[in-house]
């Protein structure tokens, strides 16, 4: 019997995860950073907290601007389709939120799961070229070689090759043998639709403004993460230079890249003392304030996560228990009240 995918995925990162706190639990005194962590001020772990909610309120307003040119959706609602995303992470493998946050989304709005999956992958791209941008602008001003300057650089591959690809995917109608590929696939009208859709998601990219401010948005939201770094070293009574806490934040997130366990448990932190290693800071301070951001995040996106998973669940009974055409619910496109479709404008300045 051949196993799905997602299952070798799952078994693969789950394996991952062991190996990775295999080697922190043999390279580390784990009695001595709980020992740290355990002294940890609490007034800076507030700090810690007041900068994680600004950060998920952040990248919540990006979705907002990146919707925009096709829909106007309140805040509100992709705060909750957001942290019901980073839920569906912390406790599915495979990255399986991106997806669980396109379906909440559309079941919010209406709005096609194409698009809105375009608009998400525009935003993976955004989020990773600025995050790995202040990866490497940190090495450059700490001077950092060897296994981390290394990655960085394999980053900044790999974001040049996720610009392309928005590009040939905006473009490919475009492209050499494009009408011969259309002529094949217009079989499938489903998938000519899904097709149509995820395009229209990516062309969000060719909208300058909405893009000036989902760039100026990451910087910003990826500067509340660097401070809560700071902030969480701060408590354990390690004083980081902007330029370490920046190295840190960034290399911990992009490891998260790898397959691993939900969550990236291990990972993480396996990144974070290598990360320490290379910069001077001693690992067990290194590993005690790594585990005190990564828990702190987990607790507070899957605690918001899941009470916005359960109004949105009951909300929509309510929608059920009112009927399908009474007041309040979703008009005969599928839209809900309240979000602006713009899918016509969007095609004319995107032909």
Do not use: K
Request: with cysteine; proline share 4%.
């Amino acid at each position: 019997m051949r196993l799905p995918r997602g299952f070798l995925r799952a078994v693969l990162g789950i394996g991952i995860s062991i190996v990775a706190l295999a080697i922190v639990v043999r390279s580390v005194d784990v009695a001595a950073a709980w020992a740290v962590l355990r002294d940890a001020d609490p007034r800076w772990v507030a700090v810690l907290i007041l900068f994680v909610c600004a950060d998920v309120t952040l990248r919540a307003v990006r979705w907002r601007v990146l919707l925009s040119p096709v829909a106007d959706v309140p805040v509100r609602t992709t705060l909750a389709s957001l942290l019901v995303g980073y839920l569906a992470n912390n406790i599915l493998p495979a990255r399986l939120g991106e997806l669980v946050r396109t379906q909440d989304l559309g079941e919010r709005t209406g709005l096609s799961r194409s698009m809105i999956l375009g608009t998400i992958v525009v935003e993976r791209v955004v989020d990773t070229v600025v995050v790995v941008g202040i990866a490497a602008l940190a090495i450059l001003v700490l001077s950092v070689r060897g296994i981390v300057a290394s990655a960085v650089l394999v980053g900044l591959a790999v974001s040049a090759l996720l610009v392309l690809a928005i590009a040939v995917g905006i473009a490919a109608h475009r492209l050499p043998g494009a009408e011969r590929a259309a002529a094949y696939i217009v079989r499938w009208p489903r998938l000519v639709e899904v097709l149509s859709r995820l395009r229209d998601g990516l062309a969000i990219a060719t909208h300058a403004r909405s893009m000036g401010i989902a760039v100026a948005l990451t910087v910003a939201a990826w500067g509340c993460t660097v401070l809560g770094f700071t902030a969480a070293a701060q408590a354990v009574g390690v004083q980081p230079t902007i330029a370490q806490a920046a190295l840190l934040a960034a290399g911990t997130n992009l490891s998260t890249a790898i397959p691993s366990a939900p969550g990236y448990v291990g990972t993480f932190e396996l990144a974070a003392l290598t990360i320490a290693g290379s910069i001077g800071i001693a690992r067990e301070s290194a590993l005690a304030f790594a585990v005190l951001v990564h828990v702190t995040s987990l607790l507070i996106t899957s605690a918001c996560g899941a009470i916005s998973f359960a109004l949105g669940q009951r909300a929509r009974a309510r929608r059920l228990a009112a009927g399908a055409a009474g007041p309040g619910t979703p008009g005969r496109d599928g839209t809900a009240p309240g979000v602006r479709i713009a899918d016509d404008a969007l095609r004319s300045r995107n032909p």
